[in-house]
């Protein structure tokens, strides 16, 4: 059964988390629906070549078709999290920790996963407020 694709917002808001690479830095921008959930992801290089560029744009444009078509963002991660093709650098996220990114798809995942559990976090903070 195939899921219509939802149409996109004229806007969205969104965040964008800056990672190192061999390749040079990677920029992922997760933006999100009015519930808060992820509904398109982009990536660019700053540095590297065209393929860099171009494998980047293809990743983060299927990421986007299944999120708006519904596909759990846990799904997502499990596919892009820990494919390598290049020398693993450590990166800060933005929950404060240090992981080695081993390519252009892991560290998507990582990205994705970190906002994944910040919004459990903030899910579960609002959920023992109501309390």
Same mark, same amino acid.
């Given at each position: 059964?195939?899921?219509? $694709? @939802?149409?996109?917002?004229?806007?969205?808001?969104?965040?964008?988390?800056?990672? #190192?690479? /061999? *390749?040079?830095?990677? *920029?992922?921008?997760?933006?999100?629906? /009015? #519930?808060?959930?992820?509904? /398109?992801?982009?990536?660019?290089?700053?540095?590297?070549?065209?393929?860099?560029?171009?494998?980047? /744009?293809?990743?983060?444009?299927?990421?986007?078709?299944?999120?708006? @078509? %519904?596909?759990?963002?846990? !799904?997502?991660?499990?596919?892009?999290?820990?494919?390598? !093709?290049?020398?693993?650098?450590? #990166?800060?996220?933005?929950?404060?920790?240090?992981?080695?990114?081993? %390519?252009?798809?892991? %560290?998507?995942?990582?990205?994705?996963? $970190? *906002?994944?559990?910040?919004?459990?976090?903030?899910?579960?903070?609002?959920? @023992?407020?109501?309390?």
């Amino acid at each position: 059964m195939t899921t219509a $694709t @939802r149409p996109r917002p004229r806007s969205l808001p969104s965040t964008t988390t800056k990672l #190192n690479t /061999e *390749y040079g830095n990677l *920029y992922v921008t997760v933006s999100v629906d /009015e #519930n808060g959930e992820p509904f /398109e992801v982009f990536g660019h290089m700053d540095k590297g070549g065209s393929f860099q560029h171009g494998v980047t /744009e293809l990743a983060c444009r299927l990421i986007s078709l299944h999120l708006r @078509r %519904g596909t759990p963002l846990a !799904e997502v991660i499990g596919q892009c999290q820990g494919i390598a !093709e290049m020398q693993p650098f450590f #990166n800060l996220l933005p929950d404060g920790t240090s992981v080695p990114v081993l %390519g252009l798809g892991d %560290g998507i995942a990582h990205v994705l996963k $970190t *906002y994944l559990k910040a919004r459990k976090e903030v899910r579960e903070a609002g959920a @023992r407020k109501a309390a």
